[in-house]
């Protein structure tokens, strides 16, 4: 057994431990205190790990690691539609999805997020050629078969399809997979009924979806027109059959009884306060990802009424072609300056437990406590911080963070 000292213990759970203390045996953590407290003499060893706040590996709940090869090949866009068409054009002149460079950008940016502190990822793909590199790395990952099909004479078929290409994986303990919807206006009602219906064989499998990300896609499901009504004529998926639900796409799914407490819904930027009341009452789970949604033209996410509407809320970078890296800890610095009333404790908890809840593996990771993995994150911290919570929400480079076990 070895009992870890540090400046900090932060739990999650319960309120930050100055000059604490915790307690490893074979990879799990045994105890948790404060240094003050007596310690019986037990003869393990005592690591002194010294100016470092130890906290639970982050979270990245949304992030799609097939697109990491797309790194600063899509400029930022003031509308979504044209981010979409420049990462369309960009995946286009690659046409081998299992080529050496996508390759060697997963395997690149699985290590860039391990570096970042990132235990576990919800990684969105759509070839599922992350899910062996996953694997073998040290993340533990739910890899979502994402499903984008708007027009189709068979859509049970489809998600049969679907079905038997996950179940000739072969998923471990750490590394999982489920499906995914795209989007509202990307997938057909039938399709998402399918998807529910899959989904709900495993009652512990988390599913995904993007929602209420533009303003694009609010005018599609209220109106039926507006520019991805255009685009999906234009690229040939339009389905002359499908009529505009009215409303919200929170509504939209809601009727549709997509929406349970194991979905993740992404984005979030444009969500009435009726949506969010709707989306906690069912449950689901909002991940944000600011940093990206700036990127690709959808807007500044409204992070306070997240959090004030009671909405659980995890944290996500989404790909390579939105976000200049992998590190949650620079998306939180970024959710602290657009929602200033929000607690740093609130952020990091959704960096942390709200994330490995959402992804179902709340029983290993997610918070310090006996039982739970002793694969920690110790965080550099300046010698006489008094707000740990808040230093840690403000800005953490790679070079301060190291895993212990």
Known sequence: MIRYHAAWILPISEPPIRDGWLAVDRGRVVAVGASGRRVLSDGAEEVDLGEVAVMPGLVNAHTHLELSYLRDAVPPASQFLTWIRGVMQ???ERADPRGAEILDAIDGAITEAVACGTAIVGDISNTLVTFGPLTRSRLAAVVFYELIRFNTTDPKGVVAKA??????????????????????????????????????????????????????????????????????????????????????????????????G??????????????????????????????????TGAGAPPIEDFYNYGVKVAVGTDSLASAPDLNIFAELATMRALAPTVSAGALLDSATRQGARALGFDADFGTIAPGKSGRLLAVSVPAGTEDVEEYLVGGIEPDQIRWIE
């Open 90 to 92: 960009a995946r286009r």
């Open 163 to 260: 079905v038997s290409e996950l179940d000739a994986l072969h998923p471990t303990e750490r590394v999982r997979a489920s499906l995914a919807a795209h989007a509202p206006y990307s997938v057909a009602p039938l399709v998402l009924r399918a998807i529910t219906q899959a989904v709900d064989r495993d009652p512990f499998a988390p599913c995904s979806i993007h929602l209420s990300e533009s303003v694009e896609e609010m005018e599609f499901i209220r109106t039926g027109g507006g520019p991805w009504r255009a685009f999906l004529e234009e690229i040939g998926s339009w389905d002359p059959t499908w009529v505009a639900p009215g409303g919200t796409p929170v509504q939209f799914l809601d009727d549709c009884g997509f929406l349970n």
């Open 262 to 295: 194991r979905v993740l819904a992404v984005h979030g930027v444009q969500m009435t306060t009726a949506d969010l009341d709707r989306l906690a009452a069912r449950g689901a789970t909002l991940v944000t990802c600011p940093r990206s949604n700036g990127h």
